[in-house]
């Protein structure tokens, strides 16, 4: 009972000892150095549109750019909408952890109701928020299954366990009925609606459940059985393809679909591989990465995923710092209807790895970045035929971050030539963005990263950051606060259709948007 006690404290202790409180307040506490740093650099950006045709929209997932972390089915992270351009920007952030860390992992944008469907951490478990994206404030939540990577941690005190794991219902998307679909902890696929209710309030309705843990090794970590002797295979990510059927994929390597008309499950599995990163899907097919090759996959009559294409890679020697496993950190990012693109795992210099989509051959293999320092676990961003690729070397976590510290840094556009003819380097920014998702707005022309540079002064400092596409050039900087409560943790930055960006942190969501 003693150990059970310790165990299910731990983690709160440990996130207590290193960040301030933050209980009882809404807005999220600054560390150190607030009021000693710059608030703003650079100037308003004028908007310059990035060529390139618009990303097609999958019939079985909401609105291009507002459904999915990766804002859509192509795994783009762009936007067909305007990002802040740093005109007068207002800067507003909400706890979210009760006095824990509570950092929104994915943000997401109902069609109907206007409002933002989040997956947040609350301490150790994992949340549905229904967010007011004018206040940032919660109108309804709904809390998840807890990981069992939580109880491995605590038994074998290594809170890597939690950080390399993906699984709990980040990688969801929602339907075109503004449904999310996600699967959780417990191997349940759900889809959860969202409804106002006659008293006027916001709640949560699970209205599809399927129960995936007969296909699934489901013998887990928990409080009561923290050293299971069987396998524990949790789904890390699900996404629809072009017929309908919803796919999902585990750090184990299985791959399935569920046909969610009939319920019915097949499910294959890439033999002495994992899979930690979410996936693509176009008309043509499914995009996946694993820790030993790139695939595209169909699924055949009877709904099984089957290859089409199998490509392995360089996955290196060993985990560099800055990724959460041996292998491509990226989720498969398409291009256009020829393209397919991923990084490598290159012990010296980290490869940018281009592919055509029919057939898997090579369009190009180029390195980024400099020897001994080039390492990802963000997707690409892909639009036309240019790729943006974020230089995460350096970083593990928000634990093991030095105060004043920060990643290698980098981040670099590179294009494939027309015909398919190779790749060059078009800039190289020096700008360091230790873990974030980047993103692009397509209309302004812009880059958005989330950056914090060293300092001597042992300051935390961290900024929204634009940067123009075209020329890598930085347009401006707004600094959205100081200290580990600001630390994204490999959040991604989101840009809504009012134009607002959002970045989760550790201590809840932020928010930089222009004033009129």
């Not at 009021?35 to 618009?54: D, I, K, M, N, Q």
């Not at 109880?151 to 390399?164: G, Y």
């Not at 990465?289 to 009877?302: E, G």
């Not at 580990?484 to 960006?501: E, H, L, S």
Request: aromatic share 8%; hydrophobic share 35%; net charge negative.
């Amino acid at each position: 009972m003693r150990r059970s006690l310790l165990a299910a404290v731990l983690p709160i202790a440990v996130a207590a000892a290193l960040l301030p409180s933050a209980a009882g307040a809404d807005p999220i506490p600054d560390g150190p150095g607030t009021g000693l740093v710059a608030e703003y650099v650079g100037g308003p950006a004028t908007p310059r549109p990035l060529p390139g045709e618009p990303i097609p929209a999958n019939p079985h997932m909401g609105p291009t750019g507002k459904s999915s972390m990766h804002a859509d089915s192509y795994a783009s992270d762009t936007y067909p909408f305007l990002g802040p351009l740093g005109r007068n920007p207002e800067v507003l952030d909400e706890a979210k952890g009760g006095g824990l860390p509570g950092l929104c992992s994915t943000v997401t944008f109902a069609k109907k109701s206007g409002l933002i469907v989040a997956q947040c951490t609350r301490g150790q478990n994992f949340m549905l928020r229904l967010i007011d994206p004018k206040t940032l404030q919660d109108l309804a939540t709904f809390q998840l299954p807890p990981r069992s990577s939580t109880v491995e941690a605590v038994f074998s005190l290594s809170l890597d366990k939690i950080f390399t794991d993906t699984s709990g219902g980040a990688y969801y998307y929602l339907d075109p009925q503004d449904r999310a679909v996600l699967a959780d902890s417990e191997f349940h696929l759900r889809r959860f609606a969202h409804e106002k209710g006659a008293d006027g309030t916001w709640r949560f309705e699970v209205v599809d459940d399927w129960d995936l843990s007969s296909y699934l090794p489901h013998d887990c970590a928990t409080w009561t059985n923290p050293w299971p002797r069987g396998e524990c295979d949790p789904i890390t990510a699900v996404g629809p393809d072009w017929t309908g059927l919803i796919w999902w994929v585990t750090r184990g390597g299985r791959i399935g679909t569920v046909d969610p008309d009939t319920g019915t499950v097949r499910v294959t599995r890439l033999a002495g591989e994992q899979i930690q990163n979410s996936f693509a899907a176009a008309e043509d097919g499914v995009s996946i990465v694993s820790d030993h090759a790139l695939y595209k996959m169909r699924a055949d009559a009877t709904g099984m995923p089957t290859v089409v294409w199998r490509e392995t890679y360089d996955r290196g020697t060993g985990r560099k710092p800055g990724q959460i496993d041996q292998g491509s950190g990226t989720t498969p990012t398409l291009l256009g209807d020829e393209y397919v693109a991923i990084t490598d795992n290159a012990d010296d210099r980290m490869n940018v790895i281009v592919r055509r989509r029919d057939d898997g051959s090579l369009v190009c293999e180029h390195p980024v970045f400099e020897s001994g320092k080039s390492a990802t676990d963000n997707s690409l961003v892909g639009y036309g035929n240019s790729l943006f690729i974020e230089n995460n070397y350096g970083y593990r976590n928000f634990f093991e971050l030095a105060p004043g510290g920060s990643s290698a840094g980098g981040l670099t556009r590179v294009d494939v030539n027309p015909g398919g003819d190779g790749c060059r380097t078009v800039w190289t920014s020096a700008e360091r963005s230790p873990s974030t998702v980047p993103k692009v707005s397509v209309p302004a022309g812009l880059l958005y990263v989330y950056t914090k540079e060293p300092r001597r002064d042992l300051i935390d400092a961290w900024y929204l950051t634009a940067i123009d596409v075209h020329t890598g050039r930085t347009a401006y900087k707004v600094l959205t606060g100081t200290g580990k409560w600001f630390d994204n943790n490999w959040a991604p930055v989101t840009i809504g259709p009012d134009g607002t960006a959002f970045v989760g942190v550790i201590g809840g969501l932020v928010a930089v948007r222009d004033r009129p």
